[in-house]
């Protein structure tokens, strides 16, 4: 059984930065698919980034694409947030499957998920 831990998450200031990571225990293959994914208040979830392991590939959403960057090691993922906006103010959390992702924005693909860490940005 994988299981997913969140942490990194805070208050911040526009224009700040974060790193959130996701400490991975138990059994998680060489091609395994991980994802950060965000919920808005009364919103479904949404893709913020993703990483395919099996030959380490990574997919941003446009609201991420050149502020964030996501990656793994060591058993952990990690998603560090540059020039964030208030927009970003969510719950993310971190998401894992066993196998590549066809459609790495899917949340329904993922397996295992953390329980989240909260990122506020004030303007």
């Known amino acids: 059984q994988v299981q997913l831990a969140e942490s990194g998450g805070g208050s911040v200031q526009a224009g700040g930065s974060l790193r959130l990571s996701c400490a991975i225990s138990?059994?998680?293959?060489?091609?395994?698919?991980m994802g950060w994914f965000r919920r808005f208040p009364g919103k479904e979830r949404e893709g913020v980034a993703g990483?395919?392991?099996?030959?380490?590939r990574t997919y941003y959403a446009g609201s991420g694409k050149g502020r964030f960057t996501i990656w793994q090691a060591n058993n952990m993922l990690y998603l560090q947030m540059n020039s964030l906006k208030p927009d970003d103010t969510a719950m993310y959390y971190c998401a894992a499957s066993q196998s590549f992702l066809g459609n790495w924005q899917r949340a329904e693909s993922y397996t295992y998920w953390g329980q989240g860490t909260q990122v506020t940005v004030s303007s």
């Open positions: 990483i395919y392991a099996g030959d380490g």
């Open positions: 138990g059994y998680i293959g060489r091609r395994n698919s």
